[in-house]
């Protein structure tokens, strides 16, 4: 049986804003006072798992003891089929130190220039840390292709080259409500609520 979540303060164990805005929105229903690492200026630790479960581990174990209140971390990334799943945990690396997006989605085309696969899925890891050091970990996917060029100005990170199955439009193409449905991190949400957060 799951740990539940049982109210008050929950810490977004992230700096990145577009994260911060989309788990804000997902958790609205919920009644949790949400405050984010970058409010409470928490430092930021090094992603140094192999997984996105490791990687959503350290992040909300190190906000949830920097911090004294439950933490929930997201660590997520795009998956390429023809590239053995690269960017994966390193997707975020792939913009650089600027995080231009602009540069890794062209990063990505480059290196698929010439295949034929233009399979794609991003997974989403999420983790409810506490204080004493207790969690409960749960991943989400959604799968799709990778169009070229990118469309779209809603979203974050590669969702103007991701085409969702079933799909004609990418991720930055589609309302916010709209991608929250489908998404990997929805998915991941679902079954964190259903264990953590459910009546
Ligand atoms: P993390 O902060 O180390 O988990 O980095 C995740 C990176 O994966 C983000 O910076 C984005 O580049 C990418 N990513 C994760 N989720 C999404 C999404 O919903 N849309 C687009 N890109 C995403």
């Known amino acids: 049986m799951a740990r539940k979540f049982t109210g008050g303060k929950l810490v977004i164990a992230s700096h990145n ?4 805005r989309e788990i804000g929105d997902l958790l609205a229903p919920f009644g949790a006072a949400v405050v984010s690492a970058g409010e409470l200026n928490l430092p930021e630790p090094v992603e140094d798992g192999l997984t ?14 920097a ?6 971390a997201d660590d997520s990334g795009l998956c390429v089929s023809a590239l053995a799943d690269a960017p994966g945990i390193y997707s975020a690396r792939w913009a650089g130190p600027d995080k231009d ?14 295949h034929g696969d233009r399979r794609a899925h991003f997974i989403c890891a999420l983790t409810l840390a506490w204080p ?4 409960e970990s749960f991943e ?8 070229w060029p990118p469309r779209g100005d809603q979203g974050f990170g590669y969702d103007p080259v991701f085409l969702g199955d079933g799909y004609d ?23 964190l609520v259903a264990a953590c957060f459910g009546g």
């Open 101 to 114: 997006f602009g540069l890794a989605m062209q990063a990505v085309e480059d290196k698929l220039a010439g």
């Open 67 to 72: 911090s004294g209140f439950p933490a929930l």
């Open 169 to 191: 439009i990418t991720f930055a193409e589609m309302a916010p409500a709209a991608k929250h449905a489908i998404s990997h991190r929805a998915d991941a949400f679902k079954k």
């Open 17 to 20: 804003p577009g994260k911060v």
């Open 140 to 147: 989400g996917r959604v799968d799709g292709a990778l169009v």
């Open 52 to 65: 996105f479960t490791a990687n959503a581990e350290l992040k909300a174990l190190a906000a949830a003891t």
């Open 132 to 135: 004493d050091g207790h969690m």
